[in-house]
């Protein structure tokens, strides 16, 4: 079971130039091949398929850890794309003056036609994400190996996105999630190596590119967020400890399990937008509901 809050797991600034074109790259690292999409269902259904948990439990803890991070990743490159779309149609009520008429240039025409100028669960071409994107093959060994190729495959595209958009809200996003990724694949990396005895370590960093080449990065880093994985629970997954430890792979610093989440941060306020009819609603009154919060001692 996940327990959520309404927090993010980085601060995201607003756009300086909200562009629905680096959206559009955005979505890639939300619903394509190596999106967060992909990594969230592959860590969650192999960790509801696990076979043999008792003897194995400590890889089993490792797995359903990251898969309830991949959740707020979900949330954060959502958000991202979000705000750079917010903006960048006219709002207004009047439906006769084209107030979307600039978005036929937009690549991604689907943002406008299809939600409320918002996120949508497909890549950087429009492609909606699929669960043949899922790989749980029941074999941990092959699992491991597979989540370890997900995340240096995810980290490639991260970087290509990188050099496409210079907006400050993706290049927030993509350093923090640079940051985490690389931990993933740490994670796994050691993983593979406490199953199989190879120095899988050695591999790391795939691609060459360390995470102190993107300024963004660099943040997070010197709060050692490259160093630590998180439980995500109080009281459950804590054998992933067992595997995550030892020298980080490219500085050396040791690894650190840490129970519970990191630093959370309060998500933006997404605008309204009239002229997609989002969120409607016109005739709702919020006194009904403030008026109800008092009686019931519900914080409003």
């Not at 969230?40 to 192999?46: A, C, D, I, R, V």
């Not at 948990?53 to 898969?67: N, T, V």
């Not at 959502?78 to 149609?89: F, H, K």
């Amino acid at each position: 079971m996940i327990s959520r809050m309404d927090r993010l797991a980085v601060d995201l600034p607003k756009p300086k130039n909200p562009s629905p074109n680096d959206a559009a790259a955005v979505q890639e690292l939300l619903g394509g091949k190596f999106g967060e999409m992909s990594t969230l269902m592959n860590y969650t259904f192999q960790s509801f398929n696990f076979r043999g948990r008792d003897r194995l439990r400590p890889f089993y803890d490792l797995i359903a850890s990251i898969a309830a991070e991949e959740y707020g990743h979900i949330e954060a490159v959502s958000y991202a794309i979000n705000l750079l779309l917010t903006g960048t149609s006219k709002r207004g009520t009047d439906p006769t003056k084209t107030p979307l008429a600039d978005t036929t240039d937009a690549r991604n025409t689907r943002h406008f036609i299809a939600s409320g100028q918002a996120a949508l669960p497909m890549d950087s071409m429009g492609d909606f994400w699929t669960g043949a994107n899922v790989f749980s093959s029941g074999n941990l060994k092959l699992d491991l190996l597979h989540n370890f190729f997900l995340e240096c495959g995810a980290r490639a595209n991260k970087m290509r996105v990188y050099e496409m958009v210079s907006d400050p809200t993706a290049r927030q996003m993509l350093g923090y999630l640079l940051v985490r990724g690389g931990v993933h694949v740490v994670a796994y990396a050691v993983a593979l190596e406490k199953l199989t005895g190879v120095e899988v370590r050695k591999l790391v960093p795939v691609p060459e590119l360390k995470n102190d080449a993107f300024p963004e990065a660099l943040q997070f880093m010197k709060n050692k967020e490259h160093l630590k994985l998180y439980s995500f629970s109080q009281s459950d997954y804590q054998q992933a400890g067992l595997i995550f430890n030892g020298p980080h792979p490219e500085d050396g610093q040791p690894l650190e399990f840490v129970i519970g989440h990191p630093e959370t941060f309060a998500p933006p306020v997404l605008e309204e937008e009239p002229q997609l009819n989002s969120p409607g609603a016109e005739n709702y009154d919020p006194q009904m509901f403030i008026d109800m919060a008092k009686k019931m001692g519900i914080k409003f």
